[in-house]
């Protein structure tokens, strides 16, 4: 018979957010279950984590919950404040609720699902990571995003995709407006085959077909005054 | 002869007629050149018979400094008061940050990474590196940061406060491209904001979570562009810095915009003042410490910034001029231990439209000494070893220069040093300053004495 991985529990109420980061920074076992109670909105809940861990939140966090993960599977069973995975290396962190501003920003790499809506600069800066919303996501997502995707199974407010590098971004419902330098473009198979791959992953039955494809038109990678019209 | 017009003169006529020929306006690297008041107009009273001075090489002058001891576990200490600024991996070649790691270890000061992340040349050559957040977050990763000896948030930059950088793509090889995760060859913007936090409440926020990520061994510096200086310092120390880094308006860049350079922010003179002041009125003052950048270029500029309140100084224009930036020449091994030959490159100045002691080309990547480009060829040009050594040399120099002026003042410590100890040349030095005009006991501002 398998052996089975223990669970070790934490409550935020009992023990400090700091020796909880350590406890995750030092003494993991790799495939350890963690389960956090009481997060109560705190911020900075399961930072930097480096194992292949599971953990679960029990409740809402506040700001970076999960930032700069890597390896560990993260769920929070709750809504999340400001920049959550933010600059994720890898592993999965998947939010039960809402995010609130700037939810995996810069992530270079793993995924983040966000199952209700995030708010504003969703991917934002992202450099490699795989995002996927369940629901709405907030006016200037993506911005400036270098590599990865970012799959909206709502709506997107205003600015999507501004300055875009090489990020690419999926919108099933409506876009209030692109931003500088994006532009739609056909899904071609790999598109699709993305889609299939990441709203599987995620958990959501979606057709990919119903996906709008968003990326840069390269307009603006060279500095020319003749975009004047295009930076503002 | 006509009479040259003052406001449409030689140098406003070229830049109108440029700006209508390209329809571009002017990138361009280094700092401030307009003429803006520096720590020349300021002097020390040196001892005679109201003070006792020492020994000039013979009496101990400690010059030993400690930043960070606000709340990081290890804070970090210094054998000088002169470390060596953030300058990005893109804008510098490996072999620079490599020779700058070297020389920084040797004279036991710190050097600081910059926009595109650590590179392992530097981190192996440095002995203290402090790990720079930047706005970008290019090459920003969490193993970086656990390898770091301090973290810097670089709220702004005094060549540009408010304003974002622009690496041109001609200095985006593969490598600096991939480092930042963008395609080669394009012009890569560095954001003005963090993509993360916005205000100071969110940055309190932000600190919280590096102190979380490195298990609170660390100092967090916040690095502002002088423009409000007053108001950022006092900011700054409310989100929790362990140091404020100030940059004054002579401080330098690897590109960006003219209109920037020329006319934003304060110059670093009555940036040091007013940040002294937002410490002292906070209480904090020695509590968390004070570094400050942007034209010191001399062991004299650096007891200045001393004596008017700084903790140490940091350089990046004269780390590179060390290392041969606008120099006529550059060396290359001749063969024997330590023996050098000089290569002539004025025709390759003149090649940019510039000459030797006027180049501000580090944007064009094609630097004619080596030090500013990511070009294969151009990059051989600086040799670590030769490079080290000059650096060494001029850190050496400046930290003998500070302890001299120190020694003369009657201190034992270059951390002694006070505003009593100047006075100004000018009225608007004593004003910024907060110093008395030379042969005055007038503080401009100051109703009584």
Known sequence: MASVAPTVEFDLDQISLRELNQFLHHDLGSGDHVEITHPNGRHSIAVGIDADVDVQIRGHAGYYVAAM????????????????????MSGVVRVKGNASASAASSGRGGLVIIEGDAASRCGISMKGCDIVVGGNVGHVSGFMGQLGRLVVCGDAGAGLGDSLYEAVIYVRGQIASLGADAREEPLSKSDISALVELLDQAGFAHE??????????????????????SYG | MSEESYSYNRHVIDYIQQAAERGVYDIRGMGAKRRLPTFDELVFLTASLSRYPLEGYRERCVTKTILGTRKAKRPVELATPITIAGMSFGALSARVKEAIGRAATAVG???????????????????????????SRYGFNPDDLRKADAIEIV?????????????????????????????????????????????????????????????????????????RVLHDVKLAVASGADVVVLDGMQGGTAATQQVFIEHAGIPTLPAVRQAVQ????????????????????????????????????????????????????????????????????????????????????????RCPVGVTTQDEELEQRLNVEWGARRLQNY???????????????????????????????????????????????????????
């Not at chain 2, 992340?117 to 590196?129: A, F, I």
């Not at chain 2, 030095?429 to 004495?449: E, F, N, R």
Request: with cysteine; aromatic share 6%; proline share 4%.
């Open chain 1, 208 to 229: 990919p077909s119903e996906f709008k494809r968003i990326a840069s038109s390269r307009t603006l990678y060279h500095w020319n005054a003749a975009h004047l019209g």
């Open chain 2, 278 to 365: 937002a410490l002292e009125e906070l209480g904090v003052y020695g509590q968390v410490q004070l570094v400050v950048s942007g034209g010191i270029r001399t062991g004299a500029d650096v007891a200045k910034a001393l004596a008017l309140g700084a903790d140490a100084v940091s350089i990046g224009q004269a780390v590179l001029i060390a290392l041969g930036c606008n120099s006529r020449h550059y060396v290359r091994s001749a063969g024997g231990d330590h023996a050098w030959e000089s290569v002539d490159v004025t025709d390759e100045y003149r090649h940019l439209g510039t000459e030797p002691g006027f180049c501000h080309h580090c944007h064009t990547g």
């Open chain 2, 109 to 135: 000061t710190s050097t600081t990474t910059g926009d595109g992340g650590m590179t392992p040349e530097e981190r192996q050559s440095s002995k203290t590196l402090v790990y720079q957040c930047l706005p």
């Open chain 2, 395 to 449: 850190l050496n120099v400046m930290t003998m220069e500070l302890s001299t002026l120190a020694r003369a003042c009657g201190k034992s410590n270059v951390h002694h040093l006070e505003r009593e100890d100047l006075v100004a040349l000018t009225v608007e030095a004593a004003a910024m300053a907060q110093v008395p005009l030379a042969g005055t006991d007038w503080i401009p501002g100051k109703k009584s004495y």
């Open chain 1, 69 to 88: 993960n890597k390896r560990a599977h993260v769920t929070v069973h709750g809504n999340v404040g400001w920049g959550v995975a933010e600059n994720i």
């Open chain 2, 155 to 227: 709220a702004g930059q005094g060549a540009k406060p408010g304003g974002g950088g622009m690496l041109l793509g001609q200095k985006i090889n593969a490598r600096v491209a991939a480092m930042r995760t963008l395609p080669e060859g394009i012009d890569q913007r560095s954001a003005c904001r963090h993509p993360d936090w916005t205000g100071p409440d969110d940055l309190t926020i932000k600190i919280e979570e590096l102190r979380e990520l490195t298990d609170w061994e660390v100092p967090i510096y916040v690095k502002i562009g002088a423009s």
